[in-house]
């Protein structure tokens, strides 16, 4: 559904806009502002102003609908607010009233309250329990509408992918960025005193509703990872009492050993982006290094053969090469190799300590772990090492992972003292929206997965 020329004008504004929040540094001074036109972010000293949005209550077009409706609106209105880059303006400010999903919309109450951009929707509850929702998005200052309207069909059950997926819709259409509010992440779900956690994986859609378990607490794990389709995990398990490799069915919870060497430590997997093969660290006579697995045929192959650690592998998205932590250097730095195996070449030349990269699904970030001077930063930079930027700092943040759409990273962060306890944060890659992602209890580990089906 691609917006006809004269709908697509606005959208361009607001890019042009957008493209010059993105690229950013949060700490030097930036305009980025139109005089022409109604959707728009202005940047002053790294702050931006954020779009107000109108969303009113979705209409119900029947009774069984009635409270889905209002549900439906409130995750969209969230969805769009916690990005930072949207303003809801709240319901009770609201002039026009909308009753009726066709009906023409009142451009000067919406204009009163300065709204600029504005979603109206419509659920219908059939008789089979499926779900109909429908939505549109305005441009209120050019009175057009913003591309065409979108259907969507479910399950009672699934109403809040539904209201996900409207909120995806509108952020692209406004933003020009992939979408990534229809996700789940795995994490590592965490109880108990700080000195005898136990550990279990957990997963949740994006915003923290809906957590299942996939493991008990019997045997710590770590480190999670999606496979690219989303079905099964890998993580480092310790069920024999030994750190090993682990693949696990999301559907089903079976579970199974893969790779390592017998006797030896095996962890920190990383799936390719085909999803067919798994690079790891593995320890061998005292020393650490990557190896790659083939899932389907069991072959292995070392990728490095050095006297260092070698840990945290991350491909890159075309798959041809990985990034990786080494001390090769005398302390832990960022290296890429082809993924193969092969010459590597040093990217993290700062200050402090490197750690835990993992590659932008749009490939044009690193995100790494930085230790330096008692802090601890998440941050990214171009796989040239250029650009490096700093997007938190705290007693610990650690283990980045990206959203489906390479513009926002989650990653744990640990409170200092005896009861400390981790919990998930996100963070844009301008740095300027920090929020915490709400858990059960106390979490860590996360891994972003792609977008759902």
Do not use: C
């Not at 697509?8 to 005089?35: C, D, E, G, M, W």
């Not at 009175?143 to 909120?167: I, N, S, Y």
């Not at 136990?198 to 999670?224: E, F, H, W």
């Not at 690193?366 to 700093?390: P, Y």
């Amino acid at each position: 559904m691609r917006p006809n020329p004269r709908e697509a004008r606005p959208v361009r504004r607001f890019l042009i806009a957008l493209t010059a929040l993105l690229l950013a540094a949060p700490t030097l001074p930036a305009v980025a502002q139109n005089s022409d036109g109604p959707l728009r972010i202005t940047i002053t000293d790294g702050v931006i102003e954020p779009l107000p949005f109108a969303v009113p209550n979705f209409v119900a077009r029947n009774a069984e609908a009635g409270q889905l409706a209002q549900d439906i609106t409130r995750v969209i209105a969230a969805d769009l607010s916690n990005t930072g880059l949207f303003r809801e303006i709240p319901q009770d400010a609201h002039i026009a009233r909308v009753s009726n999903f066709d009906s023409p919309v009142q451009w000067s109450d919406w204009k009163a309250i300065n709204a600029e951009a504005l979603i109206t929707g419509s659920v219908l509850v059939e008789g089979d329990g499926r779900i109909v929702v429908q939505f549109r998005l305005f441009d209120v200052f050019s009175e057009q509408p913003l591309g065409d309207g979108l259907q969507f069909v479910g399950t009672v059950e699934g109403w809040r992918r539904m209201a996900h997926k409207v909120a995806d819709a509108a952020y692209s259409r406004i933003t020009g960025e992939g979408p990534y509010f229809d996700s789940r992440v795995v994490f590592v779900s965490e109880t108990g005193p700080k000195d005898a956690r136990q550990k279990r994986l957990a997963v949740m859609d994006y915003d923290g509703a809906n957590v299942s378990y996939l493991t008990s607490s019997d045997a710590i794990v770590l480190a999670p990872r999606f496979s690219p389709d989303g079905r099964s995990i890998i993580y480092t398990g310790y069920e024999s009492g030994f750190p090993r490799v682990t693949l696990i069915d999301v559907a089903t919870l079976q579970k199974r050993t893969v790779g390592g060497l017998d006797q030896n430590m095996s962890f920190a997997p990383r799936f390719s982006p085909d999803g067919q093969r798994v690079v790891y660290s593995a320890e061998n006579a005292g020393n650490t290094d990557l190896y790659l697995l083939d899932i389907a045929t069991g072959a292995q192959a070392r990728l490095t053969n050095a006297p260092s650690i070698e840990t945290a592998p991350s491909f890159s998205p075309d798959g041809s090469r990985i990034v990786f932590e080494s001390d090769r250097s005398g302390q832990p730095q960022l290296y890429i190799m082809p993924a193969g195996g092969g010459e590597a070449r040093r990217i993290s030349f700062g200050e402090g300590r490197y750690g835990t990269p993992v590659w932008s699904p749009k490939g044009d970030y690193i995100a790494f772990t930085k230790q330096n001077a008692g802090r601890f930063h998440i941050g990214v930079m171009r796989e040239d090492g250029s650009e490096e930027r700093l997007l938190t700092g705290a007693f610990l943040d650690e283990g980045p992972t990206w959203a489906p759409n390479g513009r926002v990273v989650m990653f744990t962060r640990e409170s200092p003292g005896a009861l400390g306890a981790p919990a998930l944060y996100t963070v844009d890659i301008t740095g300027r929206n920090l929020q915490r992602a709400p858990t059960p209890a106390a979490a860590s580990d996360p891994s972003w997965g792609p977008l759902l089906n």
